[in-house]
T-cell receptor, first 116, second 111 residues
Framework: DTGVSQDPRHKITKRGQNVTFRCDPI?????LYWYRQTLGQGPEFLTYFQNEAQLEKSRLLSDRFSAERPKGSFSTLEIQRTEQGDSAMYLC??????????????FGPGTRLLVL | DQQVKQNSPSLSVQEGRISILNCDYTNSMFDYFLWYKKYPAEGPTFLISISSIKDKNEDGRFTVFLNKSAKHLSLHIVPSQPGDSAVYFC??????????FGTGTRLQVFP
């Protein structure tokens, strides 16, 4: 049984470039979340999917950010025209949601982005 | 507005002793609380959780206590081991499904 995987683990890019990150959730998990963590802070929610439907987006998610989960399995997070303020650890989590139950989210190793 | 607060940025404990990490929250709609452990350059690892219908949950060396009236929870680690040295995050969720995290407490367990 594999956990949540993320690719790449590290990304260095120049300001203005586009980047795309991938997340593969735990098999059979129907929910997938994206968070962002900066130094000295806890992870902050960005967006999440239930199957292929994107159910919520944070106000933190500017128009330059887009996320997809086309077949309800893996997800991609794209940042267009990157800015230095986008430098952070991008974390993906997945959970098995059943209506009425408490769900536990399990995190991947993260993708560390540095925008020069 | 920080809805989940971990007021101690760091804690140092001797091996074998008890570690107590604290967390306060402000949103009375939170009904599920989780603790995660994080090593540098890795994602958070789930440790233990508690529902608001309980006041205590144990899993091996880890126990979480919830005081709803005080909006306070704590994580007890007994006995502490050097491998427990990491950053610990408290998180909460309620009528929305996203997790709200505190800023973390760095625990150092020394011999």
């Amino acid at each position: 049984d594999t956990g949540v995987s993320q690719d790449p683990r590290h990304k260095i890019t120049k300001r203005g470039q586009n980047v795309t990150f991938r997340c593969d959730p735990i098999s059979e998990h129907n929910r997938l979340y994206w968070y962002r963590q900066t130094l000295g802070q806890g992870p902050e929610f960005l967006t999440y999917f239930q199957n292929e439907a994107q159910l919520e987006k944070s106000r933190l998610l500017s128009d330059r950010f887009s996320a997809e989960r086309p077949k309800g399995s893996f997800s991609t997070l794209e940042i267009q025209r990157t800015e230095q303020g986008d430098s952070a650890m991008y974390l993906c989590a997945s959970s098995s949601f059943l209506s009425g139950d408490q769900e536990t989210q399990y995190f991947g190793p993260g993708t560390r982005l540095l925008v020069l | 507005d920080q809805q989940v607060k971990q007021n101690s940025p760091s804690l140092s404990v001797q091996e074998g002793r008890i570690s107590i990490l604290n967390c306060d929250y402000t949103n009375s709609m939170f009904d599920y609380f989780l603790w995660y452990k994080k090593y540098p350059a890795e994602g958070p690892t789930f440790l233990i959780s508690i529902s608001s219908i309980k006041d205590k949950n144990e899993d091996g060396r880890f126990t979480v206590f919830l005081n709803k009236s005080a909006k306070h929870l704590s994580l007890h680690i007994v006995p502490s081991q050097p491998g427990d040295s990491a950053v610990y995050f408290c998180a909460a969720t309620g009528n929305t499904d996203k997790l709200i995290f505190g800023t973390g407490t760095r625990l150092q367990v020394f011999p």
